[in-house]
C-alpha cells in the first residue's frame, strides 16, 4: 500500500482520464494502472520481461551502451542477450536492493524465513489480490523490524497467526493515514480542476512539506504529510538560503521547535490507542520527525491490543542471535516457525547507481561507476555524470528531492527530455547525439549542491536510517570527507526551487555545461 496520496503518487493521471480508487493506493492497483499505462504508451510491446542486466560497457568506437541481459524463459532455461543502445535510463528505483541485518547465528534456525521484498506465498498462503494467509494458522511468526513495511504487515499477520512476535530495534513515529474511497464525481469536481492540475497539485503538496516561507493559501492534499513542516530537515527548505557555521544551529533549533508539538502528538496517540502502558512506551518515537521514514497507518498500533500480538523491544540492540528454534533478545529465546525480515533496503544514500541497481557500469576507457562514485559523485542537475555519455541516473543525488517519489522521476525525466530535444533541434533531428556533462560544468553543480548541505545539518544526530546511510555519515573527521559528505546530497533548497532553477536554465539555452557531439 502507498501513504502518499494516489492523486499526486500515480503517474499520468492528467493523460490516461484515470481515477483512483482510494485515496492512498494499494499495491493492486498501481500494478493494473501500471499495465494500463504500458499499454496506453506500447510498453507492453516493447519490455523484455523476466531479465535482469547483468552489466553494461560504453562502447568508444560505436559511441554505444553494450548490455549483458540475462533472461530467465518459460522452461527454466536462461539466456544470455546482448544489447546496444544509444541510451541507457537507469530507471531501476530508489529502494531495491534488499538488506538483511547481520544477525549471528542466522544460518543455524531451522525453520522458514523470507524477506518482504521477496514475499513466499507457498509458506503464508493468500495472494496480492487476496491476502489471507491460511498458510500462517497454527504457527508463531518473529516479523523483525518495525519500519514502513511493518506498519503495513502486521495488521494482516496477526489476523492469522497463532502468536505474532514483532521484534523491534527503533520504534517508527505512526500517524493518521485516513484511508478512505475515492468518490469519482467530488475528483472530477476538485481534484481534475483543468490542464496541469497534476502538476499543480504535487508542487502544492512539495510546498508544505518543504516549508516554503509564502505558503499557498490553500493545503490541497491536507494530510499527515502536508501537516509535517519539519520534514524540509531532510528534503530541503528554502528556509535554508544563506546557512552558514554562524547560524546554522539557529536553524537546527527551529526544526525541532516545530516538530516537537508533531512528535509529542504522535506519542501521545501511541498512549491512547495502546491499552499495555509498557508496550506503548516502547512504540513511542522519541527521535525528531525527520530522522526516520514516518509512517501513515490506521490499524497498526491497535494491532498490540491483541492477545497474540507480543513486542519485543530491543532497545535499540536488535537481536543477540538466532538459535535453531527462533530469535534470542535480552537472554530470552523467542520461538517461531517462521522469521519474516522487514529489514528495507540499502538506504538510497550508499553507493552509487550502479551499485544500487545491483549491476557492473563502465563509462568511457572502461572507468567504473562505482570507482566514480567512490571519488566523490558529481551528478549535473541530477541526471547525468561526466564519462558516461547518454547514460541517464534516477535521482536523488545533486537533485531535487520531497517525499512523493514520482514527483521526483517525473521533474528528471522532463528535465531529461527537454534537454535532448533542444539539443537535437540545433543541427539536423536525423542525426544522434552524444551527451555528457564537461568536467567543469559538473563540477560546478557539485560544488553549488555543496553549498545547499546545511540544509541537512540536522540529520548527522539521528539515530541510524536511511538518511544517515545506516550510521555511516554521524561523524566527519576531514575537510575532504565534508567535502564528499556535502556532495551525495540533495539540493538543499527543496524541490520546487530545484525546479525553478533548472527551468531557468533551460530558458537561457547555454548549454557550454555540456559537452555535445553529433554524428
Not at 90 to 114: D, Q, T, V
Not at 322 to 334: A, H, I, L, R
Not at 359 to 380: C, H, Q, Y
Request: glycine fraction near 8%; hydrophobic fraction near 35%.
Amino acid at each position: 500500500m502507498c501513504d502518499v496520496e494516489s492523486a499526486c503518487y500515480m503517474p499520468l493521471l492528467e493523460e490516461t482520464g484515470y481515477i483512483p480508487k482510494d485515496r492512498y493506493a494499494y499495491g493492486t492497483e498501481l500494478r493494473e494502472y501500471s499495465e494500463l499505462v504500458a499499454e496506453k504508451w506500447g510498453l507492453n510491446k516493447r519490455a523484455v520481461f523476466g531479465s535482469t542486466v547483468k552489466e553494461t560497457a560504453w562502447n568508444d568506437q560505436l559511441n554505444q551502451w553494450e548490455s549483458t541481459i540475462i533472461r530467465q524463459l518459460p522452461n527454466a532455461k536462461e539466456e544470455t542477450l546482448i544489447f546496444t543502445s544509444s541510451y541507457l535510463i537507469l530507471a531501476s528505483g530508489i529502494l531495491n536492493r534488499p538488506k538483511l541485518a547481520r544477525i549471528a547465528g542466522i544460518e543455524n534456525f531451522k525453520g522458514h524465513m523470507f524477506h518482504t521484498s521477496r514475499w513466499d506465498y507457498v509458506s503464508t498462503g493468500g495472494s496480492p489480490d487476496k491476502p489471507d494467509l491460511i498458510g500462517l494458522k497454527g504457527k508463531k511468526v518473529a516479523y523483525v523490524g518495525t519500519g514502513a513495511t511493518a506498519v503495513q504487515a502486521i495488521p494482516q499477520l496477526a489476523k492469522w497467526a497463532e502468536h505474532l512476535y514483532v521484534v523491534q530495534r527503533t520504534p517508527s513515529a505512526v500517524d493518521t493515514r485516513g484511508q478512505r474511497p475515492v468518490d469519482p464525481e467530488q475528483f472530477r469536481n476538485e481534484v481534475r480542476t483543468g490542464k496541469g492540475w497534476q502538476k499543480a497539485r504535487r508542487e502544492n503538496m512539495a510546498a508544505f512539506i518543504a516549508n516554503v516561507p509564502d505558503l499557498p493559501s490553500k493545503n490541497l492534499v491536507n494530510d499527515g504529510w502536508t501537516h509535517f513542516p519539519s520534514y524540509s530537515g531532510l528534503v530541503g527548505s528554502p528556509r535554508a538560503q544563506g546557512l552558514t557555521m554562524d547560524n546554522v544551529g539557529n536553524y537546527i533549533s527551529s526544526l525541532h521547535e516545530i516538530d516537537f508539538q508533531r512528535q509529542s502528538g504522535i506519542r501521545q496517540r501511541t498512549m491512547l490507542l495502546v491499552k499495555d502502558q509498557r508496550t506503548a512506551e516502547s512504540l513511542q518515537p522519541w527521535y525528531p520527525g525527520w530522522c526516520k521514514r514516518p509512517c501513515f497507518h490506521d490499524e497498526y498500533l491497535e494491532t498490540f491490543n491483541q492477545s497474540n500480538v507480543e513486542l519485543v523491544d530491543t532497545a535499540g540492540k536488535g537481536i543477540d542471535r538466532f538459535t535453531e528454534s527462533g530469535v534470542e533478545s535480552n537472554g530470552k529465546v523467542y520461538d517461531a516457525d517462521i522469521v519474516i525480515f522487514g529489514t528495507g533496503f540499502e538506504p538510497f544514500s550508499v553507493g552509487s547507481p550502479a551499485f544500487r541497481a545491483n549491476m557492473s557500469i563502465k563509462g568511457r576507457g572502461g572507468l567504473s561507476m562505482d570507482d566514480k562514485w567512490a571519488a566523490g559523485p558529481k551528478v549535473f542537475h541530477g541526471i547525468m555524470t561526466r564519462d558516461f555519455p547518454n547514460l541517464l541516473l534516477p535521482g536523488l543525488t545533486q537533485a531535487g528531492t520531497t517525499t512523493n517519489a514520482v514527483h521526483i522521476m517525473d521533474n528528471l525525466a522532463s528535465h531529461a527530455a527537454r534537454i535532448i530535444c533542444a539539443l537535437k533541434k540545433v543541427a539536423d533531428e536525423s542525426k544522434e547525439i552524444v551527451i555528457e556533462p564537461t568536467e567543469k560544468g559538473e563540477t560546478a553543480w557539485a560544488l553549488e549542491v555543496a553549498h545547499t548541505a546545511f540544509a541537512f545539518a540536522g540529520v548527522p544526530g539521528c539515530t541510524p536510517s536511511y538518511g544517515t546511510a545506516e550510521g555511516e555519515r554521524q561523524s566527519i573527521d576531514t575537510p575532504e570527507e565534508a567535502l564528499k559528505s556535502g556532495m551525495r546530497v540533495p539540493w538543499g533548497m527543496g524541490i520546487l526551487d530545484f525546479t525553478k532553477k533548472i527551468e531557468q536554465w533551460e530558458a537561457e539555452g547555454d548549454y557550454s555545461a555540456l559537452e555535445v557531439t553529433y554524428r
